[in-house]
């Protein structure tokens, strides 16, 4: 079992920026990818970006320029870093550990964030 906790969010205006940290705890195999992922009210849940354990990053289109993801392997983290944040980046942002080869993997609870106009 793997548990995930998020932290970070909160209310911020357009243009500004936001870091979201989690924190993964429990047995953790070493072939996984941390995401984060988000869902706005009425719509479906999306990657917004994935790192693997090298560093091999993945990102929305959404989000290329603005967001960087990171994580730190010794101590099981994995960061968001937002910037230039847009209403439309208003969501609970996930975060999520898969192992490679599997679709499904484990969730945090989620944190929100809001970006005022």
């Known amino acids: 079992q793997v548990q995930l906790v998020e932290s970070g969010g909160g209310l911020v205006q357009a243009g500004g920026s936001l870091r979201l940290s989690c924190a993964a705890s429990?047995?953790?195999?070493?072939?996984?990818?941390m995401g984060w992922y988000r869902q706005a009210p009425r719509k479906q849940r999306e990657l917004v970006a994935a790192i693997t354990r090298d560093g091999v990053t993945d990102y929305a289109d959404s989000v290329k320029g603005r967001f960087t993801i990171s994580r730190d392997n010794a101590k099981n983290m994995v960061y968001l870093q937002m910037n230039g944040l847009k209403p439309e980046d208003t969501a609970n942002y996930y975060c999520?550990?898969?192992?490679?080869?599997?679709?499904?993997?484990?969730w945090g609870q989620g944190t929100q964030v809001t970006v005022s106009s």
């Open positions: 999520n550990i898969r192992y490679i080869g599997y679709a499904s993997g484990y």
């Open positions: 429990g047995t953790i195999f070493s072939r996984n990818i």
